[in-house]
Nanobody
Framework: QLQASGGGLVQAGGSLRLSCAAS?????TGWFRQAPGKEREFVAV????????YYADSVKGRFTISRDYAKNTVFLQMSNLKPEDTAAYYC????????????????????WGQGTQVTVSS
């Protein structure tokens, strides 16, 4: 099971930290987002073993994904938020790890948390 939290309303330029707590430590945890009327898109992913991270170009340099082994929790620190970051954010997990192309694909993931809404006002 995955439990996502941390969304909210923030002004442009502000920051938020999302959390995704897992009942068991997976191999890979990713964040995706979906805005109204748009498809779900990849945001960031982390491999638990080794800690490799990958980001969508649209968030690179602004978002940071990290993990806490003791808490089986992944964090998404979001800074310099923009109105176009407004979306429901979902965390997803896979028991294994894959090549970057797979880890960026929503259909590859086996487990999903509930969405947490992030709204950035201009």
């Amino acid at each position: 099971q995955l439990q996502a939290s941390g969304g909210g309303l923030v002004q442009a330029g502000g920051s938020l930290r999302l959390s995704c707590a897992a009942s068991e430590r997976p191999g890979t945890t990713g964040w995706f987002r979906q805005a109204p009327g748009k498809e779900r898109e990849f945001v960031a992913v982390i491999r638990w073993g080794g800690g490799s991270t990958y980001y969508a170009d649209s968030v690179k340099g602004r978002f940071t994904i990290s993990r806490d082994y003791a808490k089986n929790t992944v964090f998404l620190q979001m800074s310099n938020l923009k109105p176009e970051d407004t979306a429901a954010y979902y965390c997803a997990a896979h028991l294994n790890w894959g090549i970057p192309q797979l880890m960026r694909t929503a259909s590859w993931y086996s487990y999903w948390g509930q969405g947490t809404q992030v709204t950035v006002s201009s």
